[in-house]
């Protein structure tokens, strides 16, 4: 995420950096669904630890009040460091983490696996229907352009404050339903985890079910187009399809053949996650609010930084992408110091 939001140029941007423009997929689509399946892949494993020691009451404390500093969060990114909050956006990444983390964690807490599987299904087949079927004024329904979809409709019918692309928001109300079954599929993928198999096994299943759950996306895109905008069905499928292939290689890099000193980059990141999040959005935020002397006018610190260090000796896709790799650096080495001084930021 610290990659690909901080270019040195939007206009020069290597196309898998970049979003796609809607229907279709790049491997930036791809890394937000992986954060929310892997927030379901470590639920299970938290959750039942504390449900071993009979602490059910503090974990639906502690659920509430995590899914609220999140939502915080978010909104002190969105309103910094101007604080105009008739224009405040009340949703995007981390108001989307904290809704999905709470009605994941709910459903876990409080329905058996086969309902939650159900309810995975549920999710994925009704938000399809609704998207299909829906009229939508001036459209009618099954319309899935930017203008004329039901889940852009409501957005600008429902939510206050800002919309991250005007009239509709990526990170909106509707949208958050099937991100939630991304979270499921993690939960489901923990269970696995936690069964109790050979390691060899564990990798080889999770291997096997993402692949069929990549095809599976991209057969139902034929009639649902994978979207991240819209969160589409066939995208939740292909994404954490995808994710779970990860998984597996990683799994069975670490935990079977046990090569771990390579992984410990993403250690000092993983940690302090949400942390780094916030802190490089605030510090871009600050970058591209603070001027300083240009010639002939004033420009931004973010541009200053940028046509000094790197627009001035490589071309602008590199010098671009070189930006961006050197505030992910900047970052990691700020959380390496946190990590040999075992300093974790945690909500």
């Known amino acids: ?33 992986f954060f929310l399946f892997i927030v379901g892949v470590s639920m299970t494993i938290s959750f039942a630890k504390r449900l071993e020691d009979g602490d059910r009451s503090h974990l639906y404390r502690q659920i509430f009040r995590r899914s609220a500093i999140i939502y915080g969060l978010g909104l002190l990114l969105s309103a910094f460091p101007d604080f105009d909050f008739e224009n405040l956006r009340y949703v995007g990444v981390l ?10 964690s709910l459903i876990v807490l409080n329905l058996s696996r086969r ?15 609704l998207m299909k079927w829906v009229p939508v004024p001036e459209f009618g329904a099954g319309v899935l352009t930017p203008e004329g979809n039901l889940a852009g409709w409501i957005d600008s019918l429902i939510l206050p404050g800002r919309l991250y692309q005007g009239t509709w928001d990526p990170e909106g109300l509707l949208s ?6 991304t979270a499921l599929s993690g939960v489901f ?9 050979d390691r060899l096994q564990i990798a080889r299943g999770m291997a096997a079910a993402g692949g069929l759950a990549m095809i599976a996306g991209l057969i139902c895109s034929h009639w649902f187009p994978i979207n991240k ?7 939740v499928l292909f994404s954490s399809g995808a994710a779970i292939v990860c998984l597996s290689l990683l799994y069975w890099l670490i935990e079977v053949r046990d090569y771990r000193k390579w992984a410990q980059p993403a250690v000092i990141f993983g940690v302090n996650a949400i942390a780094v999040f916030v802190l490089s959005g605030l510090v871009t935020r600050l970058m591209i609010r603070i001027h300083v002397a240009g010639d002939p006018d004033p420009i931004t610190v973010k541009q200053w930084l940028f046509e000094t260090l790197f627009a001035s000796w490589a071309s602008p896709m590199n010098a671009s ?3 961006a790799l050197t505030y992910l650096l900047f970052w990691w080495a700020l959380m390496a110091l946190l990590y040999r001084r075992k300093i974790f930021i945690k909500i």
């Open 1 to 33: 995420m610290i990659l690909v939001n901080n270019p040195g140029s939007w206009g020069d941007i290597y196309a898998p950096l970049a979003h796609a423009d809607w229907h279709g997929w790049t491997p930036t689509d791809l890394i937000f669904p």
């Open 95 to 104: 108001p989307r983490i904290a809704m999905v983390y709470l009605v994941t």
């Open 115 to 129: 309902a939650q599987s159900w309810v995975f299904a549920g999710l994925l087949l009704g938000y399809w229907a």
């Open 176 to 181: 958050t339903l099937p991100a939630v079954a």
């Open 189 to 197: 993928t923990g269970y696995w985890l936690r069964s109790g198999r």
């Open 229 to 235: 905008n819209l969160w589409t069905s066939s995208y």
């Open 321 to 323: 992408l070189a930006f």
